[in-house]
Each structure stands twice: as structure tokens, then as C-alpha cells.
């Protein structure tokens, strides 16, 4: 029997049945699979806890400034530069330790082809001799998160859709399996 859903404005209780049901076909988004990919509704075997990593490069340090923002959003404080100071871990750079990395594995000429930038400014990249800005820089950025999800997908990992999240991921899974 189909339970009466009263209609536009009026509000249902929910039965013990209902609330039950809910807990039975609600995802387990802490958990994993036996394939170690996140649990759904299909899912069939012993459930282990998920991984998961921190990208801790993303991590930023905000000064006690930072308080002031109330004052921005108020209007007591016009500039938002004089309410935020942002602190940079140079050790911690997205670029040099989730971007280049990555950037290294792949082969000069496909970057090239790939971004529309010299083999020389590339090259130059990969060493760490210059830092790109701009368009440049995210063309490499882009480039290197479609290598690291395509060797994930060949490993069947899922891929993030983040760009930074699929360069990381792609180095720990390097880390963890020993190949490139």
C-alpha cells in the first residue's frame, strides 16, 4: 500500500519503515569497497574505510587580519587587501610539489604540442629555472593533470576532477605501486 503524501503544504511524519529504508540505500561515503572505490548502493562485500589525503600544499596561512573581513563585508573596511595576508609556505608550493613533478614525467615534445609553448620555455619549466605565469602556467598545469588522470585511469584509480588533486593523486599512487 502506498503511503499517502498528503500533498503541496502539508507536512508527512516519517515512519520507522521510512527512516529504515533511508539508512539501507544511503551511500557510505566513509566507506570503500572491496575494489577500494567509494560505496553506493551496489555495493556488495566487506566494507573497509576510505583513504583519504590531505593535500596539505593547498594549506594557507592567513593572518589574524584576516578578522577584519566582517569589516569588509560591512563596509567599515574598503580595501580587502588590508584584511587578508596570506602567508606562503615556499616548501609547500602546488607548482613545485604537485605541478612539476608530474610535468617531469612527461616527454618535452608532447608538452610543447600539447600547450602551444616552446620546447625551450618548456624545458626551462621543467628545470624549475623559471616560474610561468599566467596563461603559460596553466596551460602546464592543465596538461599535467591530463597525464596524471590518464596514467590513473590505467590503473584504475578513480580521477579527481581537480587539476592539483589529480597531479597528487597521481604521485601518491607513483609512491605507493613504485612505477612512473
Given at each position: 500500500?502506498?503511503?499517502?503524501?498528503?500533498?503541496?503544504?502539508?507536512?508527512?511524519?516519517?515512519?520507522?519503515?521510512?527512516?529504515?529504508?533511508?539508512?539501507?540505500?544511503?551511500?557510505?561515503?566513509?566507506?570503500?569497497?572491496?575494489?577500494?572505490?567509494?560505496?553506493?548502493?551496489?555495493?556488495?562485500?566487506?566494507?573497509?574505510?576510505?583513504?583519504m589525503r590531505s593535500i596539505s600544499e593547498l594549506t594557507m596561512y592567513?593572518?589574524?587580519?584576516?578578522?577584519?573581513?566582517?569589516?569588509?563585508?560591512?563596509?567599515?573596511?574598503?580595501?580587502?587587501?588590508?584584511?587578508?595576508?596570506?602567508?606562503?609556505?615556499?616548501?609547500?608550493?602546488?607548482?613545485?610539489?604537485?605541478?612539476?613533478?608530474?610535468?617531469?614525467?612527461?616527454?618535452?615534445?608532447?608538452?610543447?604540442?600539447?600547450?602551444?609553448?616552446?620546447?625551450?620555455?618548456?624545458?626551462?619549466a621543467r628545470k624549475g629555472h623559471t616560474s610561468p605565469h599566467g596563461?603559460?602556467?596553466?596551460?602546464?598545469?592543465?596538461?599535467?593533470?591530463?597525464?596524471?588522470?590518464?596514467?590513473?585511469?590505467?590503473?584504475?584509480?578513480?580521477?579527481?576532477?581537480?587539476?592539483?588533486?589529480?597531479c597528487a593523486a597521481h604521485l601518491a599512487s607513483t609512491t605507493r605501486?613504485?612505477?612512473?
Open positions: 500500500m502506498a503511503a499517502d503524501t498528503g500533498g503541496a503544504g502539508v507536512a508527512r511524519v516519517q515512519t520507522y519503515r521510512d527512516v529504515l529504508e533511508d539508512l539501507l540505500y544511503h551511500p557510505k561515503v566513509k566507506s570503500a569497497g572491496p575494489d577500494g572505490r567509494p560505496c553506493y548502493r551496489q555495493t556488495v562485500g566487506l566494507l573497509r574505510r576510505r583513504v592567513v593572518g589574524k587580519e584576516s578578522n577584519w573581513l566582517e569589516d569588509v563585508v560591512a563596509g567599515i573596511e574598503h580595501s580587502p587587501d588590508e584584511a587578508w595576508t596570506e602567508y606562503r609556505d615556499a616548501e609547500r608550493d602546488p607548482w613545485k610539489t604537485l605541478v612539476l613533478p608530474v610535468l617531469k614525467l612527461i616527454p618535452a615534445q608532447r608538452l610543447a604540442d600539447e600547450t602551444g609553448l616552446t620546447i625551450s620555455t618548456v624545458k626551462a596563461r603559460n602556467r596553466q596551460a602546464l598545469i592543465l596538461a599535467a593533470a591530463r597525464f596524471a588522470c590518464e596514467r590513473l585511469r590505467e590503473l584504475d584509480i578513480p580521477a579527481p576532477t581537480d587539476d592539483l588533486a589529480c605501486s613504485g612505477i612512473r
